[in-house]
């Protein structure tokens, strides 16, 4: 799993647990006491409270799977309490501690849905109907202070879960963004390895393949040279391709072989039987340029001659040039076939879109310029 997702996963679990804990607490704080209440209260009236009750420690456990249905049970759930008969304290069962579980409702539901407005304006109504009803129907309440205290108190709460959950719902909703972002980097890697490993080599092996077919019969041993070419370079991109398939299932970093500047003269030799000749000049201390920097342009070059040798109608000619000095990593490479005559340079292919983002994700540059007369790949990347 990439390490994105793995992140994400880590925090989901995190965040299932605080989820957890928390309920366990409100559960322990208000279910005991607001069992001892109705059963000092007796009668029926006790029974529907204590299934409002059960109702809304229901929401409560199913406010995150399903935030709109719990928010309306426990709506519900509170409406019935305030139309049943008073406790013998003097006030509505809609006061029963329990009842403070639909604060947490009414986070969830804002947290999961992004939605404030109407769980704050539903709630703030119910909490209007709870001061008429107990303003109207209790003549003598035992303590009007704590009950102008406590009507208040709750609406800040009911303001502040709202607050906190619209705050959840932007972090999750920016975590989320970021995880996307995290796979299509993948996914882009992916993309540019798979290409980069079946692109060169089937380009190779079908031009040595064409090749070796054409003299078959003049130069029987250099035929067989063509084709034990081609199959060297099949084994080695069947090894890559196992490499990419691996990182593809384990979930592993990707892992690729480090290439340095020195093996361009391996990659140049294995292109060498498809073209009509290429010649490398690299200039410059290539040992010090960064083990990402020499992959970047390993890829170009590869690139660049792969397109040489697949758009030719002839084997081309090509030369290579890498010169490395104290800014960074320049790389011409420049090929005497038919170039992308009809074509936009910028559009030609995938591997092209893969070493302009290859090099723009190091700080680099890529420029193509084709005409009748071939294409010159001109690339810099720096080493600081």
Same mark, same amino acid.
């Given at each position: ?40 209260? *007796?009668?029926?009236?006790? $029974? ?17 799977? #399903? ?34 579980? #639909?604060?947490?409702? +009414? #986070?969830?539901?804002?947290? &999961? ?7 704050? @304006?539903?709630?703030?109504? *119910?909490?209007?109907?709870? $001061? ?12 009007? &202070? ?35 972002? @995290? ?11 798979? /290409?980069?490993?079946?692109? #060169?080599?089937?380009? =190779?092996?079908?031009?040595? @393949? ?7 019969? @003049?130069? !029987? ?5 063509? $084709? ?33 500047? /020195? ?29 990402? %920097? ?14 040489? +040798?697949?758009?030719?109608?002839? !084997?081309?000619?090509?030369? $290579? ?16 076939? !038919? ?12 591997? %092209? ?9 190091? &700080?680099?540059? =890529? ?14 990347? !720096?080493?600081?």
């Amino acid at each position: 799993m990439p390490e994105g997702q793995d992140a994400a996963m880590g925090r989901w679990r995190l965040t299932r647990a605080a989820d957890v804990v928390a309920a366990a607490v409100v559960l322990l704080l208000t279910v005991p006491s607001s069992i001892g209440l109705l059963w000092s209260a *007796g009668g029926w009236a006790s $029974v529907v409270g204590g299934v409002c009750g059960a109702v809304l420690v229901a929401t409560l456990l199913a406010r995150r799977a #399903h935030p709109w249905p719990s928010f309306w049970a426990s709506c519900a759930a509170l409406l019935v309490l305030l139309a049943l008969p008073r406790l013998p304290e003097g006030l509505s069962m809609v006061f029963l501690p329990v009842s403070l579980i #639909h604060l947490l409702v +009414v #986070h969830a539901v804002v947290a &999961g849905t992004g939605r404030w407005r109407l769980p704050l @304006a539903v709630s703030l109504v *119910g909490l209007g109907l709870i $001061v008429a009803r107990t303003v109207l129907d209790v003549p003598d309440p035992l303590d009007w &202070g704590t009950f102008w205290v406590l009507v208040p108190f709750t609406a800040l709460v009911l303001a502040g879960s709202c607050v906190l959950g619209a705050r959840d719902w932007e972090r999750r909703q920016l975590q989320e963004h970021r995880l996307h972002e @995290a796979v299509a980097r993948e996914r882009e890697l992916m993309a540019r390895e798979v /290409h980069d490993v079946v692109a #060169h080599s089937l380009t =190779v092996v079908v031009a040595q @393949a064409d090749a070796a077919l054409l003299v078959m019969e @003049a130069d !029987p041993q250099r035929s067989r040279t063509m $084709v034990s070419n081609a199959v060297t370079t099949g084994r080695e991109a069947m090894a890559e391709m196992q490499r990419v398939v691996r990182v593809l299932r384990d979930g592993a970093p990707p892992g690729a072989p480090v290439r340095s500047l /020195h093996d361009l003269d391996t990659l140049v030799a294995s292109s060498r039987s498809a073209t009509a000749g290429i010649e490398l000049v690299v200039d410059g201390d290539v040992d010090r340029v960064d083990p990402e %920097i020499a992959r970047a342009v390993y890829r170009i070059v590869q690139e660049s001659l792969t397109n040489a +040798v697949k758009h030719g109608t002839r !084997p081309p000619r090509c030369r $290579v040039d890498v010169r490395v000095d104290a800014r960074g990593v320049s790389v011409s490479v420049h090929d005497d076939g !038919p170039g992308l005559t009809g074509r936009e340079p910028a559009d030609a292919g995938f591997g %092209i879109l893969g070493i302009r983002e290859r090099a723009r994700s190091l &700080g680099g540059r =890529v420029d193509i310029a084709s005409d009748a007369s071939g294409t010159r790949v001109s690339a810099w990347l !720096p080493t600081t």
